[in-house]
């Protein structure tokens, strides 16, 4: 005699609903979990490769680490190079200084050659040289200033390519977004990888999903947090899980092949999502079950 798993849906539906009692269950599907698929984020040799099949792995723990000494070489360069720029930026303002200071002089001395020259203690010559002097300073302090805006800007581009190169040095370092299982693993040490390549995938198998299917005249019975009772055949056991109703779709769509609903071969049916714990990992993706709507005692 075959088990109650190697059973197609419609006659697993008949031992669910033998072993439930007389009432048939609401709706049939089967179980899935939120699969989060991993990818690389910087290109580069795979150095550290740790995600195992099935391995439990805690949220935020490192999985893999990809090559980034490139990006660490480039890193020093500009750091160098930023090192240059705020050496020419002192440079530039101790030159200023001085400028400042003789320009304080120059403009001292243009006043008081204005008053000696307003007594004609002092010829035309000599306060045009005093303005000239004034002019040739003022004009020395505005081209070092926008020398000087110049080497600011260039250290905002510099700071901002460092932060970029901080930021992809970091993104080498993959860690896990969640905690869960690992369920496939598509890299290995010492493979290339480029941005937005799948390296693992992973989720939480301590709360799965089931997705059933409910014809239109159920459809009303389904609300968003709504508590349900969840069955599904665990060895040669009915076991009933306590389930909370997560999803439920706004449009129709034709029965899926495998499913079937409380009506048989529905023509158009609605999905709904239900959250089920199962912190003791009986349940597995792909397993079927089915929902009544009594909540589980």
């Not at 705020?86 to 200023?96: F, G, H, V, Y």
């Not at 000599?126 to 200033?145: F, G, I, T």
């Not at 510099?158 to 890299?187: C, K, W």
């Not at 034709?254 to 499913?259: E, Q």
Request: hydrophobic content about 45%; proline content about 4%.
């Amino acid at each position: 005699m075959r088990s109650a798993l190697q059973m197609p849906i419609p006659a697993i539906a008949l031992v669910l609903a033998a072993c439930g009692g007389d009432v048939a269950p609401d709706a049939y599907g089967n179980f899935e979990a939120d699969e989060v698929v991993v990818a690389a984020q910087v290109a580069g040799p795979v150095l550290r490769f740790d995600a195992l099949e099935g391995q439990t792995i805690a949220a935020g723990a490192l999985v893999a680490v990809v090559d980034t000494i490139p990006l660490a070489i480039e890193r020093r360069q500009l750091l160098a190079q930023r090192e240059v720029l705020r050496a020419r930026r002192n440079e530039l303002r101790a030159q200023a200084q001085s400028v400042e200071s003789q320009l304080e002089i120059a403009l001292r001395s243009r006043e008081r050659t204005q008053r000696l020259r307003a007594g004609d203690a002092a010829t035309t010559q000599q306060l045009d040289a005093a303005e000239r002097e004034v002019r040739v300073l003022e004009s020395q302090r505005d081209a070092l200033v926008a020398a000087d805006g110049s080497v600011v800007a260039e250290l905002t581009a510099l700071d901002a390519r460092v932060s970029g190169l901080d930021d992809r040095i970091a993104r080498a370092q993959v860690r896990a977004p969640i905690a869960g299982t690992v369920l496939a693993t598509y890299a290995r040490v010492g493979e290339s990888v480029q941005p937005g390549q799948a390296l693992f995938t992973i989720a939480d198998l301590a709360t799965l999903t089931l997705r059933a299917y409910v014809t239109g005249d159920q459809l009303g019975s389904f609300r968003l947090g709504q508590a349900v009772t969840v069955h599904s055949t665990i060895g040669d056991s009915l076991v009933a899980f306590a389930g909370e109703v997560a999803w439920v779709s706004s449009r129709a769509e034709f029965t899926p092949t495998p499913i079937q609903t409380r009506n048989e071969r529905a023509d158009l049916v609605y999905a709904v999502k239900v959250r089920v714990r199962d912190p003791d990992g009986r349940l597995k993706i792909g397993m079927p079950g089915d929902l009544s709507l009594a909540a589980a005692p």
